[in-house]
């Protein structure tokens, strides 16, 4: 998602010709790929505090451990922190 739209290409100096080039971090052309998802990932869509909608994947992972809950990608957005340890402590 975060390379999606962005394309790569080179000019091929003897005809000039502009020339794409994919790689692997930009993905398929589909917000949610086709399939069954990785065991602990869901998408899922919400509205942004701007009010544009974007699509999120939500991924969880068990690890040995003492239950300790993490989380990543969110940054200092102090609703979306409260909104996943209400989530967590649901469970």
């Known amino acids: 998602m975060e390379f999606y739209d962005v ?4 000019i091929d100096n003897e005809t000039f010709e502009e020339k794409f080039v994919s790689v692997p971090e930009q993905g398929g052309g589909k917000q949610i ?3 069954i998802c990785n065991t602990g990932q869901i998408y899922t869509v919400s509205r942004g505090k701007s009010g544009m909608i974007g699509v999120f994947r939500l991924e969880s992972q068990m690890l040995p451990g003492n239950g300790k809950f993490e989380r990543t990608g969110i940054g200092s957005d102090r609703d979306a922190k409260e909104a996943t340890n209400t989530a967590f402590s649901f469970r």
């Open 7 to 10: 394309n790569f290409s080179y």
């Open 33 to 35: 790929p086709n399939g």
